[in-house]
């Protein structure tokens, strides 16, 4: 039973267009998200969270939407850039605040063209 | 380099062997994590400790699976009898006590049973 949903298995963008990420979760005890990034033969990195108390999260080029009544996010990059190539993994964590158990979905391939 | 280590990178066994992973956390990290990911999945929780302490286990980990963090720095995860479903991704992370839910990941152990 899949807790965080990413349907989209991939996804292309323009260089410099806005790339959006979804991420759907059936737990309602899940009060935090992250997101996290992946390149191939490395292990993935934290880029941006966000906790059950807010709906807006911004951070440079990457913002996260949290949507609680449609237990749904997005992870917003604007502008897309070749480097943003990667695969986007949502998580959740229901810790209040930690990364304890986190719960990941299967992620999404990110792909920017030039 | 100061992040996460994890040793070795790749191992490649025969079925029924026993196997083991060591993860060096970042130094001043007091909480350390196993996960596990498999192709096409999200990275998925196994186990996490807070010093030397065990707090909590999935129950992905069964009886063949143990790991220990005996000095609260680097842990190891042992796999007893393995399987081939065992071939998988075995990934470390750290972090902070004071948790924003961001974690340190490691580059991973590629273990492939044969």
């Known amino acids: 039973d899949q807790q965080v949903k990413q349907n989209s298995p991939s996804l292309s963008v323009q260089e410099g267009r806005i790339s959006i990420l979804n991420c759907d979760y059936t737990?309602?005890?899940?009060?935090?998200f992250l997101w996290y990034k992946k390149y191939p033969a490395e292990g993935p990195t934290f880029l941006i969270s966000?906790?059950?108390?807010?709906d807006k999260n911004e951070d440079g080029r990457f913002t996260v939407f949290l949507n609680k009544s449609a237990k749904h996010l997005s992870l917003h990059i604007v502008p897309s850039q070749p480097g943003d190539s990667a695969v986007y993994f949502c998580?959740?964590?229901?810790?209040?605040?930690?990364?304890?158990?986190?719960?990941f979905g299967k992620g999404t391939h990110l792909i920017i063209q030039p | 380099d100061t992040g996460v280590s994890q040793d070795p990178r790749h191992k490649i066994t025969k079925r029924g062997q026993n196997v083991t992973f060591r993860c060096d956390p970042i130094?001043?990290?007091?909480?350390l994590y196993w996960y596990r990911q498999t192709l096409g999945q999200g990275p998925e929780f196994l186990t996490y400790?807070?010093?030397?302490?065990?707090?909590?286990k999935s129950r992905l980990l069964s009886d063949r699976f143990s790991a220990e963090r005996p000095k609260g720095s680097f842990s190891t995860l042992e796999i007893q009898r393995t399987e081939q479903g065992d071939s998988a991704m075995y990934l470390c992370?750290?972090?902070?006590?004071?948790?924003?839910?961001?974690?340190?990941f490691g580059e991973g152990s590629r273990l492939t049973v044969l």
């Open positions: 992370a750290s972090s902070p006590f004071r948790n924003t839910g961001e974690l340190f």
């Open positions: 737990n309602s005890m899940f009060d935090y």
């Open positions: 400790f807070q010093n030397e302490a065990q707090l909590e």
């Open positions: 998580a959740a964590s229901e810790s209040g605040g930690g990364a304890d158990g986190l719960t």
């Open positions: 966000i906790s059950s108390i807010k």
């Open positions: 130094s001043e990290h007091n909480r």
